[in-house]
């Protein structure tokens, strides 16, 4: 009865502005991902003359030699994406609705031009999780995780954590100051601050010194707005390869330590190229466990740490807080979310915080987790671990443990 | 001839081109011409050309610069620069290359001069050692050091910076009375436009290093460049 008194209360006091676009999507409207290998960069002895690097050579033939390609296999070119990330130029093509073919099949006629790296269809995200009514409730990491004992030890500070999301509101009251970016890599689309993205955000990097709203797992971190899924007029959150590979750059180019995905759909080669640059590069990759084999990945590639809200959990997932967990809104206020991407906003939050303990040392990241029961992470035997003391807070959930 | 490699690379660049090479070029319009801090246009503007050749299988490359260089006492001449090198794989982010570069200059052969340089590719960064024997046909061997960063900066802008150390190394001909060697920087910022792009530096040197046959009155400069890649 309670829990609804203050739902109704926080639905008035909250502004009901629902930020949402309600087109269609178009970028997954019949296109091909069309990938022409990328020279490295090397000496030129023009960039020395002029001051330009000179990597802009190549750079129009490619796009000739992809038009040439759209023209011999009937499809119509649409646009370019240089991915130095991945060694690609990304070349957008587009099937005709009438036309007979599947994208599959013209991706592997494609395929067989020797100038390409490899075609692909677009492929359709969609975030792993639901906003419900504005509801202002206790955090589930404040009882579960013991935020407060956590953030004794450490708040993230300084680590920089990218959400790869629809758009956060950065002007939020939770939120202010906590970012460092926010960028729309939508292509055709305005940026607008939206649900998924938003909520997610505050999960990770609320503040927790403005005396409103909640805390966020990693206050001190620095967040990195990367846009790169749309919310739709349903409510539903989508994102397609495209902009989730100009996202996934961005995070490296930026600096990101911790890459937060919430969302899932099929296997994607250009994502799993730019995941492993990122990972390579130290970044810690965390993403929402999704419900079938067809939203599964990036979850289940190599080296991403999967995150789900309960059990059943696949071999090697870790389960985190997803429940009715509070969190920031897009119209200012704060809303009650549930689903595998805030359990995953969670873990990526939690690594910040080992990040600023341990980061230096620990490759991959999530290698210093200390496991609970059902794949439950334990935060605080996690951080006291690669902390010199253990809090308050943590000694009693470890002593309560012991008498169990 | 000046113009002979340009044609020897265009060939090569021809030649290889179906075994899966990209090959490019650019035509370039630059308000001062200047190398390693230096005018070599007489503070004047000058257009270049130039071929390149990449096999990124490989990492193999090569190429040509073509450009006219103004040196002291009024004598002009076609210069052509011709380099090849390979890129190397180090680990994710970064690369190492090693390289040759061969100027030849039409109307003053005596100042031609070859390099052989290696360096270090980050993401944002990159660092160079090149060697020389004769630098500028100055009869005295040189070291040149440079690192140039690029950072991403809005409304699609890109900073650069460079800097530059030009030592003479072992007896001079023609000794410097301002010390054997030179620094040099450019800072600027650069925008591409599809296969255009503009660039805006502030370009410099200060005296001392190999004697270069240049004129040295105007140390700094303020330099825009204009650039058609195809």
């Known amino acids: 009865m309670r829990r609804w008194l203050l739902a109704l209360a926080l639905s008035l006091l909250s502004l009901a502005v629902s930020a949402s676009n309600t087109d269609e999507p178009r970028s997954a409207d019949r296109q091909l991902l069309v990938m022409l290998q990328l020279p490295k960069a090397h000496f030129r002895p023009e960039a020395s003359y002029g001051g330009s690097y000179g990597d802009t050579q190549g750079l129009a033939l490619r796009k000739r030699q992809a038009e040439a390609l759209a023209r011999s296999h009937r499809l119509e070119f649409q646009s370019e994406w240089p991915m130095p990330l991945a060694e690609v130029d990304c070349f957008v093509m587009r099937l005709a609705a009438e036309d007979p073919r599947s994208l599959e099949q013209v991706a592997v006629e494609i395929e067989a031009d020797k100038t390409v790296a490899w075609a692909q269809p677009v492929n359709e995200f969609r975030a792993h999780g639901t906003a419900d009514e504005p509801l202002y409730a206790t955090q589930p990491a404040a009882g579960q995780w013991h935020l407060a004992a956590l953030h004794e030890l450490a708040t993230g500070r300084g680590v920089k954590v990218a959400v790869i999301d629809s758009g956060v509101a950065a002007e939020h009251p939770d939120l202010t100051g906590q970012l460092s970016l926010n960028e729309n890599f939508v292509e055709d689309r305005a940026f607008a601050p939206e649900q998924h993205g938003t909520a997610v955000a505050g999960i990770i990097a609320a503040r927790n010194d403005n005396g409103q709203g909640i805390a966020g797992v990693a206050p001190g971190a620095r967040l990195l707005g990367l846009r790169a899924c749309w919310q739709q007029g349903n409510g539903e959150t989508l994102c397609n390869s495209l902009s989730l590979a100009r996202a996934l750059q961005a995070a490296v180019t930026n600096g990101a330590q911790v890459i937060n995905m919430s969302l899932g759909g099929p296997r994607d080669r250009l994502l799993g190229v730019l995941i492993d640059q990122a990972m390579a590069r130290g970044a810690s990759v965390v993403a929402a466990l999704g419900r079938s084999a067809a939203d599964s990945f990036p979850a289940s590639h190599p080296g991403v740490l999967a995150v789900g809200a309960g059990p059943p959990l696949p071999a090697g997932a870790v389960q985190a807080p997803g429940r009715d967990v509070p969190s920031t809104a897009a119209n200012g206020g704060w809303t009650l979310v549930t689903g595998s991407s805030f359990s995953s906003a969670h873990a990526a939050g939690l690594l910040a915080l080992l990040r600023e303990l341990d980061g230096s040392k620990l490759r991959p990241l999530q290698a210093g987790l200390v496991m609970g029961q059902q794949g439950r992470i334990d935060s605080c035997a996690t951080l006291t671990r690669h902390a010199a003391i253990t809090p308050k807070g943590c000694l009693e959930e470890a002593l309560r443990h012991t008498g169990d | ?230």
Do not use: C
């Open chain 2, 1 to 230: 001839m000046a113009t002979r490699p340009f044609f020897v690379a265009t060939l090569f660049a021809a030649a290889i081109a179906p075994v899966h090479a990209d090959v490019g070029g650019s035509l370039a319009v630059q308000s001062d011409t200047r190398w390693r801090g230096l005018s070599y246009s007489d503070g004047k503007p000058q257009a270049q050309a130039s071929v390149a050749v990449d096999h990124a299988d490989s990492g193999l490359y090569g190429g040509a610069l073509l450009t006219r260089v103004s040196f002291d006492y009024d004598r002009d001449s076609t210069a052509a620069q011709l380099y090849a090198g390979r890129v190397f794989r180090l680990q994710p982010g970064l690369d190492t290359e090693f390289g040759a570069q061969y100027t030849h200059f039409a109307a003053l052969t005596r100042y031609d001069y070859g390099e052989v340089f290696a360096g270090l590719l980050g993401e944002a960064w990159n660092t160079r050692l090149y060697l020389s024997n004769d630098y500028f046909g100055s009869g005295q061997r040189s070291a040149y050091v440079e690192l140039n960063l690029q950072q991403p900066l809005p409304w699609g802008l890109s900073g650069q910076a460079h800097v530059g150390w030009l030592r003479g190394i072992g007896r001079a001909r023609w000794p410097n009375p301002d010390g054997d060697s030179r620094p040099d920087w450019r800072i600027g910022v650069a925008r591409r436009m599809g296969v255009f792009e503009a660039q805006l530096g502030w370009v410099g040197a200060t005296r001392g290093g190999p004697y270069t046959w240049v004129s040295a009155a105007h140390r700094e400069a303020l330099v825009l460049g204009l650039s058609a890649s195809f």
